[in-house]
C-alpha cells in the first residue's frame, strides 16, 4: 500500500518559534492531503485539506494565518505552525489521498509538537 | 454533516476471547466508506478493515470482521481470538462520495486492552 513519511516524529521547541513538518507521500502522486490535529486520549480532528496547486481549505475554527499549508507538489505538503504557543502542543498527522478515488487514506507516522 | 459515533470509551477482552467494538453513523448519503483504525501508543494510524456500502457483503481481514447494517446505520467490528497486540484504540471512521473531497469524519474512538 501507499507509505507516506512524516517528518519530524518529535519537536520541542521554545515558544515564538515557527515549525515546519512535513508529509511526503513515497509512492504515489497524492493529489490531496489531510492535515489532523490530535490531544491526547481524543479523536483526530481534520484541520484542513490541501490540494495540489492550490489553497488549501480549513476547517472551520482553524487559523489559516496560523498553520500555513503548502502543497506544492504531489509528493509533499507542509504544515507550518507559525508563531507558536504552549496552547499549540499536540499531536500532528497526516495523510494522502487521491481525489475522486476511493482508496482509503494512508497516514504518516505523526510529529508530537512541545512548545516551552 | 455527517456524524460518526463509538459509544464504548473502553473494552477489555481476555486473549483469545472474541470482542465487539460498536460504532453508528449518520449521513444523507446512499454510496459512501466506513473504515476501522487502530492506533497503538506509537499512535501510527493502521488501516484494520474497510467497507464500500454498496457491497452488502460484510467485509473480514482475518481476524477482522464487519457487521455492517446499513438500514440501522450501523458499522461494528469484530476482533476474533484476540491477541495482545490488539491492545490500541479503534477509530470508526466515514467517508462519503459526494464532492470528492475524501474527508474522513472519525468517532471518538474505543480503547481496547486485551488482557493475557
Known amino acids: 500500500g501507499a507509505v507516506v513519511s512524516q517528518h519530524p516524529s518529535r519537536v520541542i521547541c521554545k515558544s515564538g518559534t515557527s515549525v515546519k513538518i512535513e508529509c511526503r507521500s513515497l509512492?504515489?502522486?497524492?493529489?490531496?492531503m489531510f492535515w489532523y490535529r490530535q490531544f491526547p486520549k481524543q479523536s483526530l480532528m481534520l484541520m484542513a485539506t490541501?490540494?495540489?496547486?492550490?489553497?488549501?481549505?480549513?476547517e472551520q475554527g482553524v487559523e489559516k494565518d496560523k498553520f500555513l499549508i503548502n502543497h506544492a507538489s504531489l509528493t509533499l505538503s507542509t504544515l507550518t505552525v507559525t508563531s507558536a504557543h504552549p496552547e499549540d502542543s499536540s499531536f500532528y498527522i497526516c495523510?494522502?489521498?487521491?481525489?475522486?478515488?476511493?482508496?482509503?487514506?494512508?497516514f504518516g507516522d505523526g510529529t508530537r509538537l512541545s512548545i516551552l | 454533516a455527517q456524524t460518526v459515533t463509538q459509544s464504548q470509551p473502553e473494552m477489555s477482552v481476555q486473549e483469545a476471547e472474541t470482542v465487539t467494538l460498536s460504532c453508528t453513523y449518520d449521513t444523507s448519503e446512499n454510496n459512501y466508506y466506513l473504515f476501522w483504525y487502530k492506533q497503538p501508543p506509537s499512535r501510527q494510524m493502521i488501516l484494520v478493515i474497510r467497507q464500500e456500502a454498496y457491497k452488502q457483503q460484510n467485509a473480514t481481514e482475518n481476524r477482522f470482521s464487519v457487521n455492517f447494517q446499513k438500514a440501522a446505520k450501523s458499522f461494528s467490528l469484530k476482533i476474533s481470538d484476540s491477541q495482545l497486540g490488539d491492545t490500541a484504540m479503534y477509530f470508526c471512521a466515514f467517508m462519503g462520495t459526494q464532492g470528492g473531497s475524501e474527508k474522513l469524519v472519525f468517532g471518538k474512538g474505543t480503547k481496547l486492552t486485551v488482557n493475557p
Open positions: 509512492d504515489f502522486q497524492a493529489t490531496t
Open positions: 495523510s494522502s489521498g487521491r481525489q475522486y478515488s476511493n482508496q482509503p487514506q494512508h
Open positions: 490541501s490540494n495540489e496547486g492550490s489553497k488549501a481549505t480549513y
